[in-house]
């Protein structure tokens, strides 16, 4: 069909002419509501993105001479995050002669994962840079599992 007939054909409906392919020879045209094609296109785009899951990267901050409530409360942050299908990078912050004591930071990092073992596993071990001593948990899925056969 020629431009102009399709052109012509497009007005007697009160539709709009879409080139679909122009890659085909001859270049492959359609009359449709370009207005709700669009629509349509930006709906499904919405809801590919509302389905894809994003892996966020949440810190928790711990200092060395952290007091026990104070860790606990850490823990459960973490484990949270966990749950939320977050990772989790953990740092202990050292300030002024802190530093020469990093064992003190590991020993806290290892508590830390022993405690959140169901819900996290380590996907980074300790890393050193400046004042930080940091491990990165990624969520396993098993506590999640677990709830679903109680339901």
């Not at 392919?21 to 785009?45: H, I, M, T």
């Not at 071990?125 to 001593?133: C, G, I, K, Q, Y």
């Amino acid at each position: 069909m020629s431009l102009e007939d399709a052109l012509k054909l497009a007005r007697q409906q009160d539709l709009d002419l879409v080139e679909v392919a122009s890659n085909a020879d001859p270049p492959v045209c359609r009359l449709l509501d370009f207005g709700r094609l669009r629509y349509l296109q930006a709906k499904k785009e919405r809801e590919a993105q509302r389905a894809r899951k994003t892996s966020l990267l949440r810190e928790v901050r711990v200092r060395p001479r952290i007091g026990e409530h104070d860790m606990n409360a850490k823990v459960r942050k973490v484990r949270e995050l966990l749950r939320d299908g977050s990772k989790v990078k953990v740092s202990v912050m050292f300030r002024g002669r802190e530093i020469t004591h990093p064992e003190l930071g590991l020993q806290l990092l290892k508590r830390i994962t022993e405690e959140i073992e169901e819900e996290g596993k380590l996907e980074k071990p300790p890393t050193r840079s400046d004042r930080f001593l940091s491990i990165i948990l990624a969520p396993t899925g098993r506590k999640r599992e677990k709830v679903k056969e109680e339901a």
